[in-house]
């Protein structure tokens, strides 16, 4: 039986896999985290020990996806830090014409589904795709599918929220579903953020990467940013969440609250 407990030593093999995988550092303060998230599929496996858990990751492609999936924290929301969408709004799309957006850290797909709608509303001629990643397939699945509970459609706007989220009737019934022509202007695929080689070709107009850094350390913020800057068109703004921010550079300055331009 796996302990409620890790060892300092098994919870350093977890955090030196992780950090070298995902660039994201756990502290001390996450070794609850680590057993509640692991501890039943080490349970499952009959493995002994987290040490011997982190070896079967890197043997096994599958496990290690099973568990970047399990620590990883996907808090997402539809149009969470309404401020930067009232910025794309009414600052933004009106000077766009086809603008390439990327949703890095889409979570379960809340995001870009959001930006979708404020493009197809304000730009419908245009053919839009926002591309979304993320490194859990779980939560690619989940946004890919498209359904959310009715409690998530508390932040929609209600002009979009009536003419882009249908509600579900039936076995689905208390869901709501993404309208079919939001769903084909979002492209999700599988990215880590810490294989900079595998970031899709720029450039892009806008990045959203809000509420990712604050999982990494100063260092490996610093080279996340950097890959994601040489991916950002020159004027192309850089979105982060609101417990986020980069100061120090001197190529970028901030436009709005967590909003930065990258300089020309």
Request: one cysteine or more; proline letters at 6%.
């Amino acid at each position: 039986m796996t302990p409620v407990t890790i060892s300092d030593r098994d919870f350093n093999a977890v955090r030196n896999f992780v950090y070298e995988q995902l660039g994201v550092s756990l502290n001390q303060a996450k070794k609850a985290l680590v057993v509640s998230r692991l501890g039943s599929r080490i349970r499952t496996l009959g493995i002994r020990s987290y040490r011997d858990y982190v070896e079967r990751a890197h043997r096994d492609p599958a496990e290690r996806q099973r568990l970047f999936d399990a620590i990883t924290t996907n808090e997402t929301r539809f149009f969470r830090e309404p401020a930067q969408f009232k910025l794309m709004e009414e600052e933004l799309l009106p000077v766009w014409r086809n603008p390439r957006i990327w949703s890095a850290g889409c979570s379960s797909g809340e995001e870009p589904y959001s930006i979708a709608m404020l493009l197809a509303e304000s730009l419908p001629g245009a053919t839009n795709t926002v591309l979304a990643t993320d490194i859990s397939t779980r939560m690619l699945e989940r946004a890919a599918a498209a359904i959310y509970p009715m409690s998530r459609k508390d932040g929609i706007p209600e002009r979009l929220l009536k003419r882009y989220m249908l509600r579900g009737v039936q076995s689905q019934e208390g869901m709501i579903a993404v309208a079919p022509e939001i769903r084909r202007m979002v492209r999700f695929a599988p990215l880590n953020l810490n294989h900079h080689a595998a970031y899709p070709a720029g450039p892009f107009d806008a990045i959203f990467c809000r509420n990712v850094l604050i999982y990494f350390d100063a260092e490996s913020r610093r080279r996340v940013c950097d890959a994601l800057l040489a991916r950002l068109a020159p004027g192309g703004l850089l979105f982060l969440g609101h417990a986020e921010s980069l100061g120090g550079r001197n190529d970028l300055h901030p436009v709005a609250p967590h909003v930065y331009i990258r300089n020309a």
